[in-house]
């Protein structure tokens, strides 16, 4: 059995996130939030101030830094390991001084490429995500067509990545599939049964399914509407126990202590 994998806990301290969005967007409240999933077991806080919801509008970066820095601050300090879910190099600075250890770039350095020399000088882990382009625009960049379909184009794209950010001198990556990010349900479906064609390119592989729409889809009503958001947790915490037999090094969750309880039963079956 390999080594249960890392959970890392959500904060948005965002306004308009999908699942969350305001709940947590003063610096207390974000901060309280972060120790609650400390709590309940999660390894690694991942803090972001920037909502990637199909169709969001960015953030100035100052508001950014703003919602960001002072609870990488104050969590780090708490004794956290903490990542900053950022596309931009200026913020990844400001959290990697702050405490940060881990750079969780949803656009694998395509938004802001300067964040991959900022990976390199502060020495953090670099998250690379799949990506193809911005939340406005996602949506109409679903077409992979060449042999292999999204598996194999997800798996090249990724590896140009890692290769720029090696060529940029960073040491220490983890891939993402990118799940709903240029995706439809279907392909969402295809990565996840096709991971190990991920895994192949010999780093970590850490999953992002919380709560996300594919999931509403797979329990839609009769009628085609999909399951609410706050009513995907089963769902998410079976995929879970199956991602966690296959060897994923991580999972980035909402609900920290679903996943605990789901990580704690496939390691005791495990023994
Ligand atoms: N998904 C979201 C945001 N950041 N980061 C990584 N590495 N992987 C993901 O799948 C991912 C991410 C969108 O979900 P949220 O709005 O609930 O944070």
């Not at 806990?9 to 996130?17: A, C, E, F, K, R």
């Not at 490429?113 to 799949?130: E, F, Q, W």
């Not at 009503?221 to 991602?243: D, I, K, M």
Request: negative net charge.
């Amino acid at each position: 059995m390999p080594q249960r994998p890392l959970v890392m806990g959500i904060v948005n301290v965002t306004p308009d996130s999908f699942s969350d969005g305001g709940r947590f967007l003063a610096t207390d409240d974000a901060v309280a939030h972060g120790m609650e999933l400390l709590a309940d077991g999660a390894d690694i806080l991942d803090i972001g101030g920037e909502s990637t919801r199909p169709g969001a509008t960015r953030p100035l970066v100052e508001e950014e830094l703003a919602r960001v820095v002072p609870v990488i601050a104050e969590l780090s300090a708490a004794g956290a390991v903490v990542s900053v879910d950022t596309m931009r190099a200026e913020v990844a600075e400001a959290a990697a001084a702050a405490g940060a250890t881990i750079v969780n770039d949803v656009s694998g350095g395509l938004a802001d490429p300067r964040i991959l020399s900022v990976a390199a000088d502060t020495g953090v882990t670099y998250l690379c995500m799949h990506w193809r382009g911005h939340s406005d625009v996602m949506q109409t960049l679903t077409s992979y067509d060449g042999p292999g379909g999204v598996v194999a184009a997800v798996r090249a794209e990724l590896e140009q990545r890692v290769d720029a950010a090696r060529a940029a001198g960073v040491e220490k990556l983890v891939l993402d599939p990118g799940l709903g990010f240029a995706k439809t349900a279907d392909q969402n479906w295809e990565l996840l049964r096709g991971l190990d064609a991920i895994a192949d390119l010999g780093l970590p592989v850490l999953v992002g399914a919380s709560r996300k729409a594919f999931l509403g889809r797979l329990l839609g009503g009769r009628g085609g509407e999909p399951r609410p958001v706050g009513e995907r947790e089963h769902a998410h915490t079976a995929l879970v126990s199956l991602l966690a037999a296959r060897g994923v090094w991580g999972l980035r969750v909402h609900d920290v202590r679903a996943t605990s309880d789901a990580l704690a039963v496939v390691g005791r079956m495990a023994e």
